[in-house]
């Protein structure tokens, strides 16, 4: 089907999902299709155009496993080799994580320390290694290997790990290896780079509809996890090189990074080197995306069968709904692939499961409302602009398996439970979050 039919939902599927602006790029069997909508802020009306820089988020992550892969193939690191041995000064808050923790734990989250933190170094070039410096102070919630639980801190090591191999920083390693080589000439890293150029604000969304939030949301030290902004025309182009290879990287190395690693943590089914894999009825799907601070969203999703690559940037929380819409609305339409239908509901006595589940500063609160179950993810932040994203209603598709209401063809929650039969843990938004003593709520 033409895309074309698309690009006259796009305006309308965003105005739905108070979305302000949004650029979206499809890259199918070598052919090229982007579209926009909207404005890049609702205080200038600046309208989107496939040039516009957003943050892309934790895509970054896939940005920062190349650059790790780069170095493994130039003989300067290996996957399974302790960190600490390129980082002599390394120190985690468990001596036996310092010892045994490697980069293929760090590209697979599964290194077992706390993942989602905050630290603000400043913008120097020093910005990541003061960071690592602090990771003495991150619980060892996991041991080592134990379990996969999405962690963005680990990028920030294995990021930092780059550097210090390279000599250089690590947004240079990024550019000159990666960025320039596949003519990437749109992507940036620092906010003065982005600043002279066209650009998409993130947006709070208020009672009165998307407002600026006048934050950046990120740090320059969280820039391997998080921190690239490009553009949609510049993300097919590193869609272009995961499908079809380019001098970077070898392809063998290319297809190791899409390869399954370990199993992941729901919504997540595996983990390659930093690619989150699942299943579309029988095709393969490896994708990833972002979420910098409910501000701007992105959707990064590779169907490798179909040559198939699609990537949404929007700059607002809505970008949570419009961005799988859009995909969904491509791997149906553009790729011909099956809708997978929904799985029934379970009439499941929800017992211990309802209460407040932590990991860093996020908190998934499952709460019983009216006999029905709802989910929200907090945000645990004093930061005005930062805003939670709004509760779902969510159901029974499995014993200790929850979906959306809205949509049950996804699993989106697994309770973990105890020796004793206690759920004491829950996997969602691909976290391995743990229960908070005394939170039960009815």
Request: charged share 25%; proline share 5%.
């Given at each position: 089907?033409?895309?074309?039919?698309?690009?006259?939902?796009?305006?309308?599927?965003?105005?739905?999902?108070?979305?302000?602006?949004?650029?979206?790029?499809?890259?199918?069997?070598?052919?090229?299709?982007?579209?926009?909508?909207?404005?890049?802020?609702?205080?200038?009306?600046?309208?989107?155009?496939?040039?516009?820089?957003?943050?892309?988020?934790?895509?970054?992550?896939?940005?920062?496993?190349?650059?790790?892969?780069?170095?493994?193939?130039?003989?300067?690191?290996?996957?399974?080799?302790?960190?600490?041995?390129?980082?002599?000064?390394?120190?985690?808050?468990?001596?036996?994580?310092?010892?045994?923790?490697?980069?293929?734990?760090?590209?697979?989250?599964?290194?077992?320390?706390l993942g989602d933190i905050e630290v603000d170094t400043g913008?120097?070039?020093?910005?990541?290694?003061?960071?690592?410096?602090?990771?003495?102070?991150?619980?060892?919630?996991?041991?080592?290997?134990?379990?996969?639980?999405?962690?963005?801190?680990?990028?920030?090591?294995?990021?930092?790990?780059?550097?210090?191999?390279?000599?250089?920083?690590?947004?240079?390693?990024?550019?000159?290896?990666?960025?320039?080589?596949?003519?990437?000439?749109?992507?940036?890293?620092?906010?003065?780079?982005?600043?002279?150029?066209?650009?998409?604000?993130?947006?709070?969304?208020?009672?009165?509809?998307?407002?600026?939030?006048?934050?950046?949301?990120?740090?320059?030290?969280e820039a391997a996890a998080g921190g690239l902004w490009s553009?949609?025309?510049?993300?097919?182009?590193?869609?272009?090189?995961?499908?079809?290879?380019?001098?970077?990287?070898?392809?063998?190395?290319?297809?190791?990074?899409?390869?399954?690693?370990?199993?992941?943590?729901?919504?997540?089914?595996?983990?390659?080197?930093?690619?989150?894999?699942?299943?579309?009825?029988?095709?393969?799907?490896?994708?990833?995306?972002?979420?910098?601070?409910?501000?701007?969203?992105?959707?990064?999703?590779?169907?490798?069968?179909?040559?198939?690559?699609?990537?949404?940037?929007?700059?607002?929380?809505?970008?949570?709904?419009?961005?799988?819409?859009?995909?969904?609305?491509?791997?149906?339409?553009?790729?011909?692939?099956?809708?997978?239908?929904?799985?029934?509901?379970?009439?499941?006595?929800?017992?211990?499961?309802?209460?407040?589940?932590?990991?860093?500063?996020?908190?998934?609160?499952?709460?019983?409302?009216?006999?029905?179950?709802?989910?929200?993810?907090?945000?645990?932040?004093?930061?005005?602009?930062?805003?939670?994203?709004?509760?779902?209603?969510?159901?029974?598709?499995?014993?200790?398996?929850?979906?959306?209401?809205?949509?049950?063809?996804?699993?989106?929650?697994?309770?973990?439970?105890?020796?004793?039969?206690?759920?004491?843990?829950?996997?969602?938004?691909?976290?391995?979050?743990?229960?908070?003593?005394?939170?039960?709520?009815?």
């Amino acid at each position: 089907m033409s895309t074309d039919e698309l690009r006259g939902l796009l305006a309308e599927w965003a105005r739905e999902a108070k979305v302000p602006g949004v650029s979206a790029g499809i890259f199918h069997e070598g052919t090229e299709t982007l579209l926009t909508a909207g404005v890049s802020s609702v205080d200038t009306g600046a309208p989107v155009d496939d040039g516009t820089l957003f943050m892309i988020g934790s895509t970054s992550k896939t940005f920062a496993a190349a650059a790790v892969l780069v170095l493994v193939e130039d003989g300067v690191l290996e996957l399974d080799r302790p960190v600490v041995e390129y980082l002599p000064e390394l120190r985690l808050a468990d001596p036996l994580a310092t010892k045994t923790v490697t980069l293929r734990h760090l590209l697979t989250h599964s290194s077992g320390f706390l993942g989602d933190i905050e630290v603000d170094t400043g913008w120097g070039d020093d910005a990541l290694a003061r960071a690592v410096e602090q990771f003495a102070e991150l619980p060892q919630v996991f041991p080592v290997g134990e379990v996969f639980s999405y962690c963005n801190a680990g990028f920030l090591l294995a990021g930092r790990v780059a550097e210090a191999v390279s000599g250089g920083t690590y947004e240079d390693l990024v550019r000159t290896r990666l960025l320039e080589p596949l003519g990437m000439t749109d992507s940036y890293f620092q906010p003065w780079e982005v600043l002279t150029r066209r650009h998409a604000v993130g947006h709070a969304l208020r009672e009165d509809g998307p407002a600026v939030a006048h934050t950046v949301g990120i740090s320059r030290a969280e820039a391997a996890a998080g921190g690239l902004w490009s553009t949609a025309r510049d993300q097919l182009k590193w869609a272009r090189f995961q499908l079809t290879g380019a001098d970077v990287l070898s392809d063998e190395t290319r297809r190791l990074m899409h390869a399954a690693q370990r199993t992941g943590a729901l919504p997540f089914e595996e983990v390659g080197l930093s690619w989150l894999r699942l299943s579309h009825g029988d095709a393969q799907v490896v994708r990833h995306g972002g979420n910098i601070s409910n501000l701007q969203l992105s959707e990064f999703v590779m169907v490798p069968s179909e040559n198939l690559a699609v990537t949404v940037l929007t700059n607002s929380a809505g970008g949570g709904t419009l961005g799988p819409r859009i995909v969904d609305w491509c791997l149906e339409n553009v790729a011909d692939l099956p809708k997978p239908g929904g799985r029934p509901t379970r009439a499941v006595d929800p017992g211990d499961c309802p209460g407040r589940y932590r990991t860093g500063s996020l908190i998934f609160e499952i709460t019983e409302r009216d006999g029905s179950l709802w989910a929200q993810m907090i945000l645990d932040t004093e930061d005005p602009d930062i805003l939670s994203a709004p509760p779902f209603e969510v159901v029974f598709v499995d014993d200790d398996v929850l979906a959306r209401a809205s949509d049950t063809s996804r699993p989106s929650a697994r309770f973990r439970r105890d020796g004793h039969g206690r759920v004491d843990a829950v996997e969602f938004g691909g976290r391995t979050a743990l229960k908070l003593p005394g939170s039960n709520i009815g």
